[in-house]
Structures are given as C-alpha cells and as structure tokens.
C-alpha cells in the first residue's frame, strides 16, 4: 500500500533560520504532490503542488519543494522563516492512474520563535 | 463567504450517544469527504460523495453513516459513540471525483474540523 512518511515530527527553529522538511511516498509510478498547511485554529489549506514539468515548485508565502524521482521525495523549503510560519505541515501522494484518493503523511509541527 | 463550513466545531458526548456533524461547501464543487485525523495526526478518508452518490467507503464501522441530500452538503452521523471515535473530523471538498482524469491534482478544500471528544 501507498504510504507517506514525513521524519520530522516536531521542528523547533528561531525567525531566518532556513526550513526543510522531509516528505517520501513509497509508490513507485507517477504521483502528484501536494503540502498542506494548517495554521493554529484554522483549516488545512494548499501550500503548494506538483503534476508534471519543473520538479522544483513553487508555492505561497516564499516556500517551495522539489520533487526528485530517484529518491521519492518532495521536501519542503523556505529560506527564512517567520514566527507567522507556525503551523502544521502535511505532505500527500495521489496516484496517476488510479484513483486520485490522498494519502498524508502524520504531519510536521513546526514552532517558530521570534 | 466560507468556502467549507462544519458544524459544530467542537462536541463532547458521553459513550452510546447519536450525534450528528454537518458540512456545506460554496465552491459549486462536485466531490466532497470525510477524513478523521486521529491522536497521531493521520489524515484518513472515510467517505467521498460525487453529485451525492457515495464512492468511497473505507473500512469504517457502520456505524458512521454519511448523508448527501444535495451536492453542496454532507453530513455525517454517528451511532452508539465509542471512546475510539475521539478524533478531529475534517469534511473537504473537491472539483472533480478522484476517480476521473480531472480529478489529476485534486485540491483538497477542509474545513475548519470538529473535534468530538467521547467520554
């Protein structure tokens, strides 16, 4: 079965420091990619995705991810993070050729402190 | 000018109880959901409906029991609430039905969730 990991559970980290969270999937035809957002108190909401064509994607609020195929990852970046970053993170899979159904992954927390 | 709206947004019951969570998208979307994200924070899909016919039912005990009386609502209900049901229920929405080509990089539009506690 498709799974998700995301490694970093918790990530703790002071304003302009750098952000990457990890996201692999274990399926090994054409996936589409997607992170999620939820800030504290509110919905989950798109941050950014990948179909096809440049594997590096870029999303609101200065993050982006690369997709690299080799490794089935989708890792999640900024350069500098702001305290307003605080929020939950989620990466999902969904399956060319299949149904189109998401798997997330459990989610990262990140703190960050001003 | 929610787009996906739940109510409530939190209930607490006691064991046994019925209870019902609803949910209304805007978007004139066609495909909506039911995920339950449990302790861990696992995001799993419970139900889909495409134009009110249910297409998804994961292994979800019967006594959940979705309803779509129209595109635009679905409502879940609850039976006999156990303590395992505690969890955060998300309804979501969705342009197109996972189980078409549109449905290639399905946006996922939450709501805001419902946390049922079960004592």
């Known amino acids: 079965a498709q799974s998700v990991s995301q490694h970093n559970h918790h990530v703790i980290l002071s304003e302009a420091a750098s952000l990457e969270l990890g996201c692999n999937y274990s399926y090994g035809g054409t996936v589409n990619l997607f992170w999620y957002v939820q800030y504290p108190g509110q919905h989950l909401q798109l941050l950014l995705k990948y179909f096809s064509g440049d594997p590096l994607v870029k999303g609101i609020k200065g993050f982006e991810a690369e997709f690299i195929k080799s490794k089935f990852s989708f890792n999640l970046r900024k350069p500098s993070v702001q305290w307003s970053d605080t929020a939950e993170y989620f990466c999902a899979v969904t399956r060319s050729g299949g149904s189109y159904i998401p798997t997330f992954g459990r989610g990262t927390s990140l703190i960050v402190h001003p | 000018d929610t787009a996906v709206s739940q109510t409530p947004k939190y209930l607490v019951t006691q064991m046994g109880n019925d209870k019902s969570i609803k949910c209304e998208q805007n978007l004139g979307h066609d495909t909506m959901y039911w995920y339950k994200q449990d302790s861990k924070k696992f995001l799993k899909i419970m139900f889909s409906y495409n134009n009110k016919e249910l297409i998804i039912n994961e292994t979800v005990p019967n006594r959940f029991s979705p309803k779509s009386p129209d595109k635009a609502h679905l409502n879940l209900h609850i039976n006999s609430l156990e303590l395992g049901d505690s969890a955060v229920y998300f309804c979501?929405?969705?342009?197109?039905?996972?189980?078409?080509?549109?449905?290639?990089?399905?946006?996922?539009?939450f709501g805001p969730g419902t946390r049922l506690t079960v004592l």
């Open positions: 979501a929405s969705s342009q197109a039905s996972p189980y078409t080509e549109r449905g290639v990089g399905n946006e996922q539009f």
